[in-house]
């Protein structure tokens, strides 16, 4: 099955500052890359995600990097702010495949 | 707006106990979900289910059972609860993607 890896398992930036968070998958034919942003006592939340025939996507200070030949994708924040820290999770997919499989998660913390 | 909600925010129950955690969407997925989530292991799926009364067994279904009566609501059942299924429990719906998820169960076996 497919196993992705994500790193680091935590992250200190001081506000201002970019965060890059990476992500490895195993399966070649994962086709859908979505990263959720998970608040202290809520649930995980869609920001922001790409399929295989994109390369990049941009969403405001959100960006997403795939490599398919490397099989790893990226989360770009830039001008991070304090209400950007939480828990950040990749995931991956096939289309043929109703589950994601989600990596272990990072913990994004905005120094003011 | 999507709206997953879970019945319990928390839950304590005792070892042997046979526990139900309730899951309800309101966009009338096709596909619902339950993970669980422990620190340093991320999301991993218990089960999940593409229509009513239809199931799969995801990563980690031992211990676990769950139904899936109407096509709105998927309950997550352990048939006897042990302390190591202490944990948050998050139920997800989706029909495309993305999926949606609830708030979370934190349930504690004591």
């Known amino acids: 099955g497919e196993n992705v890896e994500q790193h680091p398992s935590t992250l200190s930036v001081q506000e201002g500052d970019s965060a890059v968070i990476k992500c490895t998958y195993s399966?070649?034919?994962?086709?859908?890359f979505p990263w959720y942003k998970q608040e202290l006592g809520k649930g995980p939340q869609l920001i922001i995600d790409?399929?295989?025939?994109?390369g990049e996507k941009k969403d405001q200070r959100i960006a997403v990097t795939l490599n398919k030949t490397a099989k790893h994708f990226s989360l770009h924040i830039t001008e991070t702010q304090p209400e950007d820290s939480a828990v950040y999770f990749c995931a991956a997919s096939k289309g043929s495949a109703r589950q994601l499989t989600f990596g272990s998660g990072t913990q994004l913390t905005v120094l003011p | 707006d999507v709206k997953v909600t879970q019945s319990s925010r928390y839950l304590v129950k005792r070892t042997g106990e046979k526990v139900f955690l309730e899951c309800v969407q309101d966009?009338?997925?096709?596909?619902m979900f339950w993970y669980r989530q422990d620190p340093g292991l991320g999301l991993r799926l218990i089960y999940f289910s593409y229509d009513v009364k239809m199931k799969e067994k995801g990563d980690i279904p031992e211990g676990y059972s769950v139904s899936r009566e109407k096509k709105e609501r998927f309950s997550l059942i352990l048939e006897s609860a042990s302390t190591n299924q202490t944990s948050m429990y998050l139920c997800?719906?989706?029909?495309?993607?993305?999926?949606?998820f609830g708030d979370g169960t934190r349930l504690s076996i004591l």
């Open positions: 966009m009338d997925h096709e596909n």
């Open positions: 790409i399929r295989s025939n994109v």
């Open positions: 997800a719906s989706r029909t495309n993607q993305p999926q949606h």
């Open positions: 399966d070649s034919a994962s086709n859908y």
